[in-house]
């Protein structure tokens, strides 16, 4: 059984809409046709090797990744560099590529409303607002049930995020309660976390420099890392995908969370 890939699209524009996107991003569909006839999907991070290779493998001709495989416009294809050989590999095995990206960062249930829930924090708001007209918005502030210890927080944030690599800016905060958090890179909400004064703010990829300024500006960061801020909506995408093409139309397809993409940094 196949659905043709528009089909997958409108449903994943309902969970992602497309407005939500950020002005700089890129996000839809990047490769294929949306006549092409999808008969199972692979959910994934980012498109890589070892991501083609598994949709390949599991006879997945859907790639819905997070991260868009392009954002600048291409001048040529040379299969000897690692992009190319990337898009090569996707064409002659006949496999598209979606990707919701920022849009899926803002929606509801989507990657940073997935990373407050994991960090426990019950309910927040924006810490930037989103497009006009729009109620949702970038990074959240909000607060824990209740106040904990540093320590005690940040062994649950390790285990609940399956990471051991997390690096605090400036000195532990005496107690965890207030949370600024953004999924994968935070550091253009530095200014508004400021603002906000939170106990900690948790986000991935702060540079030297935005590290000096949280610690001069006395924010406790803790720099969790991009992969592990934003893996866990592989798993939920996946379910939710499944739940909407059986109740939008009435039909089941293979839909797998990737198992092959690992965080490209390791703790040595
Ligand atoms: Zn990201």
Known sequence: MTV???????????MAPP????PW???GLQVGSPDAPVASILV????????????????????????????????????????????????????????????????AGGVNDLLGETLGVASWSPLQEGPPQEPRGFGGIGELPQRMRFRQFLDALKAALKTDAV???????????RI?????????????????????FITG????????????????????GHFPSEQGIRKSLTQRIRRAL????????PVYASRSERDPFTTV
């Open 4 to 14: 043709p890939l528009k089909k997958i699209v409108e449903a994943l524009e309902e």
């Open 19 to 22: 407005q939500l996107a950020a």
């Open 25 to 27: 991003d890129n996000t």
């Open 44 to 107: 994934s991070l980012d498109v890589t090797e070892e991501v083609v290779s598994e949709a390949a493998r599991k006879k997945a001709n859907l790639i819905v990744a997070h991260h868009p495989l392009f954002f600048h416009p291409l001048q040529r294809i040379e299969t000897d560099t690692a992009t190319g050989r990337l898009l090569g590999h996707l064409l002659t095995a006949g496999i598209s590529v979606y990707a919701a990206h920022t849009n899926l960062d803002v929606a």
């Open 167 to 177: 690096r605090l800016i400036g000195a532990p905060p005496r107690g965890v309660r």
């Open 180 to 200: 600024a958090f953004c999924c994968g890179s935070g550091a253009a909400l530095i200014p508004q976390v400021i603002r906000c004064r939170p106990d900690l």
């Open 205 to 224: 990829d702060i540079k030297y420099h935005e590290a000096l300024c949280l610690r001069m500006e006395t924010i406790p960061t803790l720099d969790i």
């Open 246 to 253: 059986r109740s939008r139309l009435g039909k089941t397809l």
